[in-house]
Nanobody, 125 residues
Framework: QVQLVESGGGLVQTGGSLRLSCAAT????????MAWFRQAPGKEREFVAC????????YYADSVKGRFTISRDNAKNTVWLQMDGLKPEDTAVYYC??????????????????WGQGTQVTVSS
């Protein structure tokens, strides 16, 4: 059973930066794509970014493209999300997740089988 643990969230002002980390314990990532999702109060959980096992393909939601960067180190079983140029609308609980199968359908949260507990990101205006 893979356990994912996120960290790095916090309170930041508009325009600031945060770097989220997601560490896997128990087992490795298992050659799977990894992703970040987020959920704001009263809203559905939404896709943020995804990265293929080799790190050679990345995908982003339009709302974060050019501001966020996803990366991974398979030897360390860790995935990061560098968030720059943060905006109040980025406020949410951020979750990392391990995907089932290939990277196709990466924005569908039902195609992920392991989730972390989430880390809160709050951006003040």
């Amino acid at each position: 059973q893979v356990q994912l643990v996120e960290s790095g969230g916090g309170l930041v002002q508009t325009g600031g930066s945060l770097r989220l980390s997601c560490a896997a314990t128990g087992l490795t990532f298992g050659f799977r794509p990894m992703a970040w999702f987020r959920q704001a109060p009263g809203k559905e959980r939404e896709f943020v970014a995804c990265i293929r096992w080799l790190g050679d393909e990345t995908y982003y939601a339009d709302s974060v493209k050019g501001r966020f960067t996803i990366s991974r180190d398979n030897a360390k079983n860790t995935v990061w999300l560098q968030m720059d140029g943060l905006k109040p609308e980025d406020t949410a609980v951020y979750y990392c997740a391990r995907k089932i199968g290939s990277i196709s359908d990466y924005s569908n949260r039902r195609s992920y089988d392991s989730w972390g507990q989430g880390t809160q990101v709050t951006v003040s205006s």
